[in-house]
């Protein structure tokens, strides 16, 4: 892998591949207040395979949680690493819980005693002895619960079931509430072209911690496969009527959105890349701390994603037009 494909994951000095892979959708369906909040049905024979290039292509970064697929996505990590775990880095996260057999998440528990069993339960489906980096995935909490979240964590670093722990979260005053932490390395957020987040990447640099970013192809509105007719069904979590879903309203891709992508197509396709590798490089090009981590479904995806590795970053040029295109549509 050539120097310029790889990221450190923050203060951890974990070395990791600039591109991840986010393992949401291979979860398969399950259920969140009530309504879908899987991708579709999935094969579990051709998420392993995915994962399998992703490795021979030079990625090492696997992000997943607990609750994809309540448990089914780390299931499918533990086979398919099996035999290869020093090849990896694995990221889960802890705070949802719900039913194995229902596929029903049923609310948040952050407690001690919930941590330490859910770390566990993930080290089992995982097929490993040590999580790389392990994440809160409740994105608000209060203050008074940090403090013996952060001390379960680091009783789990010392016991070595955990390497290195983060927060997924958008709000720049949670990061703040756990950056100055020893143990913490990383903050995981949303960041794509259609979705800034300026004030945790500066965060995140000045703090040196990773910034890993979720929906970097804004849940696939960035592939550039959706028209104005396009309509997802209800059992996909972008056509399933959840609230935050911010790019796709009752399953139809938002207009404002897919005028702002048009508007800056040519420049993410320069040089011959497809859009998603476009959106890839945009986000290596805003700091070299950004982890961007799409998700998939098949090995085509995969390829197609790990060929923006050989593209490399947009130029600040690049960047700047793009943002100075998005900003006058925004007055």
């Given at each position: 892998m050539k120097e310029n494909y790889r990221r450190v994951l923050g203060r951890s000095g974990i070395e990791v591949s600039a591109l991840g892979l986010g393992c949401w959708a291979i979860g398969g369906p399950f259920i969140l207040d009530g309504k879908p909040d899987g991708w579709g049905e999935i094969d579990d024979n051709e998420s392993i395979k995915a994962i399998h290039k992703a490795m021979d292509l030079g990625i090492n970064?696997?992000?997943?949680?607990?609750?994809?697929?309540?448990?089914?996505?780390?299931?499918?990590?533990?086979?398919?690493?099996?035999?290869?775990?020093?090849?990896?880095?694995?990221?889960?996260?802890?705070?949802?819980?719900?039913?194995?057999?229902?596929?029903?998440?049923?609310?948040?528990?952050?407690?001690?005693?919930?941590?330490?069993r859910a770390c566990d339960a993930s080290l089992k489906r995982l097929n490993t002895d040590y999580i790389d980096l392990y994440q809160i995935h409740v994105g608000n909490l209060l203050i008074s619960e940090?403090?013996?979240?952060?001390?379960?964590?680091?009783?789990?670093?010392?016991?070595?079931?955990?390497?290195?722990?983060?927060?997924?979260?958008?709000?720049?005053?949670?990061?703040?509430?756990?950056?100055?932490?020893?143990?913490?390395?990383?903050?995981?957020?949303?960041?794509?072209?259609?979705?800034?987040?300026?004030?945790?990447?500066?965060?995140?640099?000045?703090?040196?911690?990773?910034?890993?970013?979720?929906?970097?192809?804004?849940?696939?509105?960035?592939?550039?496969?959706?028209?104005?007719?396009?309509?997802?069904?209800?059992?996909?979590?972008?056509?399933?009527?959840?609230?935050?879903?911010?790019?796709?309203?009752?399953?139809k891709p938002v207009p404002e959105f897919l005028q702002a992508l048009d508007a800056v197509k040519e420049i993410l396709t320069s040089n011959g890349r497809t859009l998603v590798q476009g959106a890839l490089a945009w986000i290596w090009g805003?700091?070299?701390?950004?982890?961007?981590?799409?998700?998939?479904?098949?090995?085509?995806?995969?390829?197609?994603?790990?060929?923006?590795?050989?593209?490399g970053p947009l130029s600040s040029g690049q960047i700047n037009e793009i943002e100075e295109i998005l900003s006058r549509m925004k007055r």
């Open positions: 970064f696997l992000d997943t949680a607990d609750c994809y697929g309540v448990g089914h996505s780390e299931t499918v990590i533990g086979k398919a690493i099996s035999g290869r775990r020093s090849s990896v880095v694995i990221a889960t996260k802890f705070g949802y819980f719900g039913n194995e057999a229902t596929k029903t998440l049923s609310g948040t528990n952050v407690t001690p005693d919930y941590i330490e940090i403090e013996p979240i952060c001390n379960t964590l680091n009783r789990l670093v010392a016991k070595g079931k955990i390497r290195t722990y983060g927060w997924s979260t958008d709000l720049l005053a949670a990061a703040k509430l756990i950056a100055e932490r020893t143990n913490c390395s990383a903050i995981q957020h949303t960041l794509n072209v259609l979705n800034d987040s300026p004030q945790l990447i500066q965060f995140c640099e000045a703090n040196n911690l990773a910034s890993i970013n979720r929906s970097p192809l804004a849940m696939g509105f960035l592939s550039g496969k959706f028209t104005a007719d396009s309509l997802l069904t209800n059992d996909d979590v972008r056509g399933a009527g959840h609230s935050w879903v911010p790019y796709f309203k009752d399953g805003k700091s070299n701390c950004t982890i961007p981590i799409p998700g998939f479904k098949t090995v085509k995806q995969v390829e197609e994603n790990a060929t923006a590795m050989e593209f």
